[in-house]
């Protein structure tokens, strides 16, 4: 576990941390889970509220409003339509919430400015290359190259 304020590495179990003091208590993930709560509870309702308009509005409209077979269906059909398309617009809500509170849990924290300063810092170079000198192979061979001129001579 890491620290959201300093990006140190602290023991689980702590309540503050010990470099930078910031709290660890996750209050952020909370309100997700209220969030993730919230739709669910509302897919429910949604789901037998729908069920029972479309289930009990035919027989109202049959009874007591006198319609005939042709609005009713209509009826059926939009209750069922409005019914469907809200679930799937809360499905689509609740594995957004979902998919984004994974995603936060599986990235690494956030690095405090302090500590990317100390990333950027000045990293000193190498020391310098030495001055090419010539090996010894080559004054060998002009040494002895020198020598088998002179004795050409």
């Known amino acids: 576990m890491y620290?959201?304020?300093?990006?140190?590495?602290?023991?689980?179990g702590l309540s503050f941390c010990n470099?930078?003091?910031?709290?660890l208590k996750e209050s952020g993930g909370s309100k997700q889970t209220v969030a993730v709560g919230a739709l669910v509870i509302a897919m429910?309702?949604?789901?037998?509220?729908?069920?029972?308009?479309?289930?009990?509005?035919?027989?109202?409209l049959k009874k007591e409003g006198g319609f005939g077979e042709e609005l009713i269906v209509l009826f059926m059909f939009l209750s069922f339509l409005i019914a469907s398309l809200t679930e799937i617009f809360l499905?689509?809500?609740?594995?957004?919430l979902?998919?984004?509170?994974?995603?936060?849990q599986l990235l690494a924290?956030?690095?405090?400015?302090?500590?990317q300063a100390e990333f950027?810092?000045?990293?000193?170079?190498?020391?310098a290359e030495p001055v090419p000198i010539p090996?010894?192979?080559?004054?060998?061979?002009r040494t002895l190259g020198y020598s088998h001129e002179e004795r050409n001579r």
């Open 135 to 141: 090996s010894v192979t080559e004054n060998t061979t």
């Open 19 to 23: 470099r930078c003091g910031t709290s």
């Open 3 to 12: 620290c959201a304020g300093c990006g140190s590495p602290v023991a689980p």
């Open 120 to 127: 950027r810092a000045h990293q000193p170079r190498s020391l």
């Open 109 to 115: 924290p956030p690095v405090a400015p302090a500590m």
């Open 91 to 96: 499905y689509r809500q609740l594995g957004r």
């Open 98 to 104: 979902t998919s984004s509170r994974e995603k936060n």
């Open 44 to 60: 429910t309702v949604i789901a037998i509220c729908g069920m029972g308009i479309m289930l009990g509005g035919p027989l109202a």
